[in-house]
């Protein structure tokens, strides 16, 4: 429990969640009440109608695992009050920067803006009334917009940027039990709490026990299952994907990526960009498809476990998936727009960064009989991470309805007809 314990707030996954004051400002702002209205899964309720939750409950429940961690003795012994005070608000805050439909708006950021929703973050954080309220409390705004996103880089406190960004940061403990949760599509049992009891600060670097193997393979395996059955679902990446679709047809009108303060951006949320797409003849067809559940279909899906030049290209350069694109369209005879390739690595897909862009080398030690800690290479103990990256390179097609079957042809031509075991029922 906090030291200034104000009160507290029941959550259906962590049970309640003991709060400062300091903290209790904090959730009253504005930027952090706007996350009531972005769901965390936009799309998914699709598929797992229980998906309905959102950033607000998300972020209470990222400060309370990073309270959890710093309570760890073998990290509280490393940090001042302060430093806790601080870590756990920078949590709190962490995901304030997200647009109408989360990970979808990204797309929109990513292309227009080349920004990410950690760049926005840390804007608000700073510029909005949180920046405001942070300094009359005695709070340095700026820190806590860095750390918020992992970038605080504090001399010999690296661990502070890795309770709420690395490879077992708290941000991901939380959303895979929160969406397998809301989902129900719940594959494998994660024991977060034995992992946060066995961290500890080596140097000054965040480092798991090997005693907790199990449970470090078993979160990941559990990251990887959630991936496929719920963040990459081909029916909520179809809903995600027509989504982002008609926030890009409809943004020269509507301007959503033309806000200059934080106010502007902050007016964005799911409820009024839903309904100012539906309202705009350059999306609002897309809309009444989602609404009655016209989705796109998928015409043909592989998972690559061998990466050659030409998989390489087709998941790291969009030029690359454009030109193909093009090919499928001309093939099937249909306009390029009803071709769509899907891959894990595009800005829309929720996660994208955290399962595939980072390095799978966890920092883990073991303990010699004298009690001395000893780092070592997780790739060298433990081969089944290594071994699951493949599982990732999933290659989609989606299309309309009508032109499904042309497509899948098209498809199966360019990219070599898909291996009976690869198949999919539809």
Same mark, same amino acid.
């Given at each position: 429990?906090?030291?200034?314990?104000?009160?507290?707030?029941?959550?259906?996954?962590?049970?309640?969640?003991?709060?400062?004051?300091?903290?209790?400002?904090?959730?009253?702002?504005?930027?952090?009440?706007?996350?009531?209205?972005? #769901?965390?899964? /936009?799309?998914?309720?699709?598929?797992?109608? @229980?998906?309905?939750?959102?950033? $607000? *409950? +998300?972020? !209470?429940?990222?400060?309370?695992?990073?309270?959890?961690?710093?309570?760890?003795?073998?990290?509280?012994?490393?940090?001042?009050?302060?430093?806790?005070?601080?870590? #756990?608000?920078? /949590?709190?805050?962490?995901?304030?920067?997200? @647009?109408?439909?989360?990970?979808? $708006? *990204? +797309?929109? !950021?990513?292309?227009?803006?080349?920004?990410?929703?950690?760049?926005?973050?840390?804007?608000?954080?700073?510029?909005?009334?949180?920046?405001?309220?942070?300094?009359?409390?005695?709070?340095?705004?700026?820190?806590?917009?860095?750390?918020?996103?992992?970038?605080?880089?504090?001399?010999?406190?690296?661990?502070?940027?890795?309770?709420?960004?690395?490879?077992?940061?708290?941000?991901?403990?939380?959303?895979?039990?929160?969406?397998?949760?809301?989902?129900?599509?719940?594959?494998?049992?994660?024991?977060?709490?034995?992992?946060?009891?066995?961290?500890?600060?080596?140097?000054?670097?965040?480092?798991?026990?090997?005693?907790?193997?199990?449970?470090?393979?078993?979160?990941?395996?559990?990251?990887?299952?959630?991936?496929?059955?719920?963040?990459?679902?081909?029916?909520?990446?179809?809903?995600?994907?027509?989504?982002?679709?008609?926030?890009?047809?409809?943004?020269?009108?509507?301007?959503?990526?033309?806000?200059?303060?934080?106010?502007?951006?902050?007016?964005?949320?799911?409820?009024?960009?839903?309904?100012?797409?539906?309202?705009?003849?350059?999306?609002?067809?897309?809309?009444?498809?989602?609404?009655?559940?016209?989705?796109?279909?998928?015409?043909?899906?592989?998972?690559?476990?061998?990466?050659?030049?030409?998989?390489?290209?087709?998941?790291?350069?969009?030029?690359?998936?454009?030109?193909?694109?093009?090919?499928?369209?001309?093939?099937?005879?249909?306009?390029?727009?009803?071709?769509?390739?899907?891959?894990?690595?595009?800005?829309?897909?929720?996660?994208?960064?955290?399962?595939?862009?980072?390095?799978?080398?966890?920092?883990?030690?073991?303990?010699?009989?004298?009690?001395?800690?000893?780092?070592?290479?997780?790739?060298?103990?433990?081969?089944?991470?290594?071994?699951?990256?493949?599982?990732?390179?999933?290659?989609?097609?989606?299309?309309?309805?009508?032109?499904?079957?042309?497509?899948?042809?098209?498809?199966?031509?360019?990219?070599?007809?898909?291996?009976?075991?690869?198949?999919?029922?539809?």
């Amino acid at each position: 429990m906090p030291k200034s314990y104000w009160g507290e707030i029941k959550d259906p996954v962590h049970g309640y969640v003991y709060i400062t004051e300091a903290e209790k400002n904090m959730i009253d702002t504005y930027p952090m009440q706007r996350l009531r209205r972005l #769901r965390q899964l /936009a799309g998914s309720e699709y598929v797992y109608p @229980g998906a309905n939750h959102t950033r $607000f *409950e +998300h972020s !209470l429940g990222v400060m309370f695992l990073a309270g959890q961690v710093l309570d760890n003795p073998n990290v509280s012994r490393c940090v001042s009050d302060e430093e806790v005070a601080v870590c #756990r608000i920078s /949590a709190l805050l962490h995901d304030c920067g997200h @647009g109408p439909f989360s990970h979808v $708006f *990204e +797309h929109l !950021l990513i292309k227009d803006l080349d920004k990410t929703h950690e760049d926005i973050t840390s804007w608000i954080i700073e510029k909005s009334e949180t920046g405001e309220k942070l300094s009359k409390m005695g709070y340095n705004a700026q820190d806590i917009a860095k750390l918020a996103v992992g970038k605080l880089h504090k001399p010999s406190k690296a661990f502070l940027d890795q309770i709420i960004s690395s490879a077992v940061d708290v941000d991901k403990q939380d959303f895979i039990v929160r969406d397998t949760y809301h989902t129900g599509a719940e594959y494998g049992f994660i024991d977060v709490y034995r992992l946060i009891h066995a961290l500890d600060v080596l140097g000054e670097n965040l480092a798991v026990e090997l005693g907790a193997l199990s449970a470090l393979e078993a979160f990941m395996i559990a990251r990887i299952e959630s991936f496929k059955s719920i963040y990459f679902h081909r029916v909520g990446r179809a809903a995600q994907i027509m989504l982002a679709t008609a926030m890009e047809q409809a943004n020269p009108e509507l301007g959503l990526t033309a806000f200059k303060s934080p106010e502007e951006y902050l007016a964005l949320d799911d409820y009024t960009v839903w309904s100012a797409l539906k309202k705009c003849k350059a999306s609002q067809e897309i809309i009444g498809d989602l609404e009655q559940r016209k989705m796109l279909k998928c015409a043909y899906e592989r998972t690559f476990y061998e990466k050659d030049t030409m998989i390489s290209n087709i998941f790291g350069r969009e030029s690359y998936r454009r030109q193909m694109q093009m090919e499928i369209a001309n093939e099937a005879g249909v306009d390029i727009k009803s071709v769509i390739i899907d891959v894990p690595t595009v800005p829309s897909v929720p996660y994208h960064h955290a399962v595939l862009m980072e390095s799978m080398e966890i920092p883990v030690f073991s303990r010699s009989q004298q009690g001395e800690k000893m780092l070592q290479r997780l790739s060298e103990i433990s081969k089944i991470f290594e071994t699951l990256k493949g599982f990732m390179n999933i290659l989609r097609v989606y299309t309309q309805a009508a032109d499904r079957e042309k497509v899948e042809k098209a498809t199966a031509k360019a990219l070599g007809k898909i291996p009976s075991s690869a198949k999919i029922s539809f």
